[in-house]
């Protein structure tokens, strides 16, 4: 049970230091940041809840067909668990005094990510083992975290634009701090869903492109770090 336990915090735990060792200026206040992964990682909950009511109400209406997946993976569950994650950033950081370099925004919308990946991971791998929890190591934790950089990009912007009085600039990009996600979360469960070997490969292409910059993304950021 502990080494499912640490098997299933590992990859979260990992992703953490990787992302909080490129924030170089000024780190962030550890209260804020337990948190913001705390609280992530409790919108398992309010995401499961949301889930089960709209796909069984999806599947009521849709049956079981293509549309189907397409409304369950970007309608239903990418939305319910982006906001989820979105939401416990916004309300914990938009106006904490600590929020005061463009790069923070990263570091928050990873860890409240990184909070949801590693609860749900361990509810997964305690259920299933040790090679459940090989392959969402390598899978599903890095997806979550991927999603967070995105969004915290565009939210950083949005606040960016919030001290320069830029309301338009600044509601826009806080829409595609959660569209963007969204979109990505929803193609990433979509392929996986389909059981299509095109799909997969189209999968682990998408993956592989998406990972790449996502990582050039964070070190962009991280060294054009400045006061907002």
Do not use: Q
């Amino acid at each position: 049970m502990k080494l499912l336990f640490l098997l299933a915090v590992a990859p979260g735990a990992v992703l953490l230091w990787y992302i909080c060792k490129k924030d170089t200026i000024e780190k962030e206040p550890p209260t804020l940041l337990a948190k913001l992964f705390g609280f992530g990682g409790l919108t398992i909950v309010s995401a499961a809840l949301i889930e089960l009511a709209l796909c069984y109400v999806a599947g009521a209406v849709l049956g079981d067909g293509v549309l189907y997946t397409v409304v369950e993976n970007f309608l239903i569950i990418a939305i319910a668990e982006e906001a989820g994650k979105y939401l416990v950033m916004k309300k914990l950081t938009w106006n904490h005094p600590a929020f005061n370099y463009t790069f923070d925004a990263v570091v928050y919308a990873v860890v409240a990510s990184l909070g949801f990946a590693t609860f749900e991971n361990i509810l997964y791998v305690l259920m299933n083992g040790v090679g459940t929890a090989i392959l969402r190591a390598v899978l599903s934790v890095p997806g979550h975290a991927i999603f967070g950089v995105f969004m915290g990009c565009h939210y950083g912007l949005a606040r960016s634009a919030h001290e320069w009085g830029d309301s338009r600039t600044e509601n826009r990009e806080l829409f595609r701090a959660m569209l963007v996600p969204v979109l990505l979360h929803g193609f990433y469960d979509f392929c996986l869903t389909m059981d299509s070997g095109v799909f997969l490969v189209i999968y682990f292409v998408f993956e592989i492109i998406v990972t790449i910059t996502a990582f050039k993304t964070v070190k962009r950021l991280s060294n054009e770090d400045r006061m907002l």
